[in-house]
């Protein structure tokens, strides 16, 4: 694989090609020429497990075109998929609490090292102003199952304080989310949650390279090579139906999707980081393996 040409943007690279014109293909060649002399210099496993590392790290954080995201295969709620051989093929289910079944569902949930999270809430189609609905719903992922916690009528006095048990620190289950900030204020105004410890996926990107907040997305295609199911019409749904409404099964899938993957990305992760543990950023560093900073 050439590394310069996987670290150039397609954009860039139609740029070079107007420039250049008939020329392109032998500036290509240079450079590859070029490209293949540096690296031919590698003569010990060191300096070979810094450019794998490199090569890893450029391509986690490069962005995918929409086309290339489209021919990824599609990413399943039922089923663990390219994470690592010893999880991958595990079947996990799709459960919506109810007050009969909350114990079962936080005593799993406790048994956690790790949860993925994420939140719901009714949009607001008044222009220019902030949306400040309640939380309709809260997702958590588990090994094997995702729980949908409806926080709607009589749910809420009956499922905070479970709740609060397992989000808040006296937890020590750490929390995976994308895009955390928005669901963290929310918990705490509307249930006096504060969801500790966790970690948003978007930080580790970031301290791996990444210029931005890549999306769940991005991500997903990055880390997994799968595609994520995205409807806008989904998520502008009414997500705070009284509880003699059902979710649809398109809210559910949706819903439960963006838990699961924050826990599948997590996973996979770090299985593709855990060799190169020594040339981990210090950051990570001293998150994940208690190091002093250098």
Same mark, same amino acid.
Not at 173 to 196: E, P, T, W
Not at 213 to 221: D, E, L, P, S
């Given at each position: $694989? /050439? &590394?310069? %040409?996987?670290?150039?943007?397609?954009?860039?690279?139609?740029?070079?090609?107007?420039?250049?014109?008939?020329?392109?293909?032998?500036?290509?060649?240079?450079?590859?020429?070029?490209?293949?002399?540096?690296?031919?210099?590698?003569?010990?496993?060191?300096?070979?497990? @810094?450019?794998?590392?490199?090569?890893?790290?450029?391509?986690?954080?490069?962005?995918?075109?929409?086309?290339?995201?489209?021919?990824?295969?599609?990413?399943?709620?039922? @089923?663990?998929?390219?994470?690592?051989?010893? &999880?991958?093929?595990?079947?996990?289910?799709?459960?919506?609490?109810? /007050?009969?079944?909350?114990?079962?569902?936080?005593?799993?949930?406790?048994?956690?090292? =790790?949860?993925?999270?994420?939140?719901?809430?009714?949009?607001?189609?008044? @222009?220019?102003?902030?949306?400040?609905?309640?939380?309709?719903?809260?997702?958590?992922?588990?090994?094997?199952?995702?729980?949908?916690?409806?926080?709607?009528?009589?749910?809420? /006095?009956?499922? @905070?304080?479970?709740?609060?048990?397992?989000?808040?620190?006296?937890?020590?289950?750490?929390?995976?989310?994308?895009?955390?900030?928005?669901?963290?204020?929310?918990?705490?105004?509307?249930?006096?949650?504060?969801?500790?410890?966790?970690?948003?996926?978007?930080?580790?990107?970031?301290?791996?390279?990444?210029?931005?907040?890549?999306?769940?997305?991005?991500?997903?295609?990055?880390? &997994? /090579?799968? %595609?994520?199911?995205?409807?806008?019409?989904?998520?502008?749904?009414? =997500?705070?139906?009284?509880?003699? $409404?059902?979710?649809?099964?398109?809210?559910?899938?949706?819903?439960?999707?963006?838990?699961?993957?924050?826990?599948?990305?997590?996973?996979?992760?770090?299985?593709?980081?855990?060799?190169? %543990?020594?040339? =981990?950023?210090?950051?990570?560093?001293?998150?994940?393996?208690?190091?002093?900073?250098?």
């Amino acid at each position: $694989m /050439s &590394l310069y %040409k996987f670290a150039l943007a397609a954009d860039k690279s139609v740029q070079i090609r107007r420039a250049l014109g008939a020329e392109t293909e032998a500036y290509f060649a240079a450079m590859e020429a070029a490209e293949q002399a540096f690296f031919g210099s590698i003569t010990n496993e060191r300096n070979q497990q @810094k450019f794998d590392w490199l090569l890893l790290r450029t391509h986690l954080i490069s962005r995918m075109s929409d086309k290339e995201v489209a021919a990824l295969a599609d990413y399943r709620v039922d @089923k663990v998929q390219n994470i690592a051989e010893h &999880l991958d093929g595990n079947e996990r289910q799709i459960s919506i609490v109810t /007050s009969d079944t909350l114990a079962a569902a936080i005593t799993d949930i406790n048994a956690q090292q =790790w949860i993925g999270f994420d939140t719901e809430t009714a949009a607001t189609f008044e @222009k220019g102003r902030r949306n400040s609905n309640p939380v309709s719903l809260i997702q958590i992922a588990t090994a094997s199952h995702c729980y949908l916690f409806r926080m709607v009528g009589r749910n809420v /006095s009956i499922f @905070k304080a479970a709740l609060a048990e397992v989000l808040s620190e006296q937890s020590n289950i750490l929390k995976l989310g994308i895009g955390l900030r928005s669901d963290v204020n929310a918990m705490k105004r509307d249930f006096n949650i504060v969801l500790s410890p966790m970690l948003d996926l978007n930080w580790l990107m970031n301290q791996l390279g990444a210029a931005k907040q890549m999306g769940t997305v991005q991500i997903a295609a990055s880390v &997994l /090579s799968l %595609k994520l199911p995205k409807s806008k019409r989904v998520t502008l749904s009414n =997500w705070a139906l009284p509880l003699d $409404m059902p979710l649809s099964n398109e809210q559910v899938l949706y819903a439960a999707t963006d838990a699961l993957v924050a826990l599948d990305i997590y996973h996979g992760l770090f299985a593709q980081l855990e060799p190169y %543990k020594v040339l =981990w950023p210090n950051t990570i560093k001293q998150r994940f393996l208690g190091e002093e900073k250098e």
